[in-house]
């Protein structure tokens, strides 16, 4: 039986600022339906392999595959159209709406309110009891939460999330990551880029290991697990 299609695959990827190349090659893949930590201290070049697969940037050199298709230098807009969502850091949202609102604002790709807030508040509960709340005035987990929702009512392939964890409470941080389990569990591939990878591992399916512009290693958790140890990734218990 043949193996199933990637839903994200780059290819000896490299990019630049300028003439200061930070990506030399870079290589991984993602299945599909399936938890994809990208993991490594700062500067490692995890924000701006984040950026070349979002369309943001674009590469120099080597190939970036959405369902096996080539999509490298499409821009953010048709990547979108393709399946690719992505919530960045500091979550993505308009933080002088409602909650409502801000679902509202989904709407205009031509899904209705009432099917965006059934999907949402069933999903993420707590939005419901916020719903007329203005979005900036909740805690950093249930903006999380909202951009989140927001992302998912696009039905994406691929979901994009940058430094999940940033600014929040171990305690909220194991709610989001239980929360992005249970989204690929429902389908949707998930890259993940982290600095601290302890809660992380406990839900990701498969982790590359990124130092100075390469994934230096990939497997699962448990396959990585002495060399995700090091202190330098903020906290994965030998």
């Given amino acids: 039986m043949p193996e199933p299609t ?13 003439r200061i190349e930070v990506l030399h090659g870079v290589d991984f893949v993602i299945p599909p339906a399936s938890v994809f930590a990208l993991l490594g201290p700062n500067g490692a070049g995890k924000s701006t392999t984040l ?8 590469p120099t050199a080597g190939q970036v595959r959405m369902m096996g298709r080539p999509v490298a230098g499409a821009s953010t807009e048709a990547l ?18 409602t909650v409502r609102e801000n679902l509202r604002m989904v709407t205009y790709a031509g899904v209705g309110l009432s099917a ?9 509960p707590r939005l419901k009891e916020r719903r007329r709340q203005v979005a900036g005035t909740m805690s950093g987990g249930e ?24 600014g929040l409470a171990p305690l ?11 989204i690929a569990a429902g389908g949707i591939s ?24 390469r994934v ?7 396959e990585l697990h002495d060399v995700l140890s090091g202190a330098y990734l903020g906290g994965v218990d030998a």
């Fill in 6 to 18: 990637p839903v994200l695959e780059l290819s000896g990827v490299r990019a630049a600022y300028g």
């Fill in 51 to 58: 950026k070349v697969v979002s369309g943001q940037m674009q």
């Fill in 80 to 97: 979108a159209r393709t399946g690719v969502c992505t919530i960045p850091e500091g979550r993505g949202i308009f933080p002088s709406l």
């Fill in 116 to 124: 965006v807030e059934e999907r949402a508040y069933t999903q993420f």
């Fill in 143 to 166: 903006q999380q939460m909202l951009a989140m929702a927001r992302a998912l009512t696009t039905n994406p392939a691929l979901l994009l999330l940058d430094e999940l964890s940033m």
């Fill in 172 to 182: 909220i941080v194991e709610q989001l990551f239980e929360l992005v389990a249970q």
């Fill in 190 to 213: 998930i890259l993940i880029v982290e600095q601290f990878a302890a809660t992380v591992l406990e839900v990701a399916n498969l982790a590359g290991l990124m130092l100075h512009g």
């Fill in 216 to 222: 230096q290693q990939v497997g699962t958790p448990a």
